[in-house]
């Protein structure tokens, strides 16, 4: 039983730029509701080493590798929009959830290139079938829950992605009750 609410289950659709988002109207507001009050110049936190109302040190946190908290195109590998929808002890912000709106702008946000110039010329996403929380719960023929994002299936094993250290790990879908080997094959399903 996935412990994600379902309106945070974001579909990644082609975006045209009608329906972009724009940093200042649209990310911009959120940030300032929900994050600023430990992550701003204006109040002088910067908890985690994190800014975002100055967007020079914010855009530092902005890149296609793998340390980047946001990566450009790909929400699903943004540790950023991972810490917001996740129900875990990093969850962000702290005893609160942000809209499925508001979740949904963000990942559109990052899905076109995560840009603070609304006049920037959007990434194209990809058109998908589905799209996949970053992290699900996962449980073991034991009766043990983890929480864990889906990577792959490789042969009879499910390559998960810890949210904790963003290590892989590779299990034997034999170890997962059936429920969650059912999952699995739906995420690896086209």
């Known amino acids: 039983m ?3 609410r379902p ?3 974001v579909p990644f659709l082609a975006v045209s730029s009608v329906f972009a988002a724009d940093f200042q109207k649209d990310i911009q507001p959120i940030l300032e509701r929900n994050c600023y ?3 701003s110049e204006k109040t002088g936190k910067k908890k985690g080493g994190f800014v975002f109302d100055d967007l020079k040190t914010f855009k530092m946190d902005i890149a296609d590798n ?6 450009p195109g790909k929400p699903s590998e943004s540790h950023f929009l991972e810490v917001i929808v996740n129900d875990g002890k990093n969850h962000m912000p ?5 809209s499925g709106a508001e979740i949904k702008k963000i990942t559109e946000w990052i ?3 995560a840009s603070f110039d ?3 010329p959007k990434m194209a996403a990809v058109a998908v079938k589905k799209s996949l929380p970053p992290i699900m719960s996962w449980t073991s023929t034991e009766g043990k829950t983890i929480k864990a994002g889906f990577v792959r299936l490789e042969g009879d094993n499910v390559v998960l992605k810890l949210p904790a250290n963003g290590k892989e790990a590779t299990v034997a879908l034999t170890r997962l009750s059936e429920a969650s080997q059912k999952l699995a094959r ?3 399903a086209p």
Request: hydrophobic share 35%; glycine share 4%.
């Open 7 to 9: 309106s945070l289950i």
């Open 2 to 4: 996935s412990l994600l």
């Open 37 to 39: 009050e430990c992550h």
């Open 186 to 188: 739906d995420c690896a």
């Open 66 to 71: 793998d340390v980047a908290q946001i990566r």
């Open 111 to 113: 899905s076109e290139g």
């Open 94 to 98: 702290p005893n609160e959830n942000l």
């Open 118 to 120: 609304k006049d920037a």
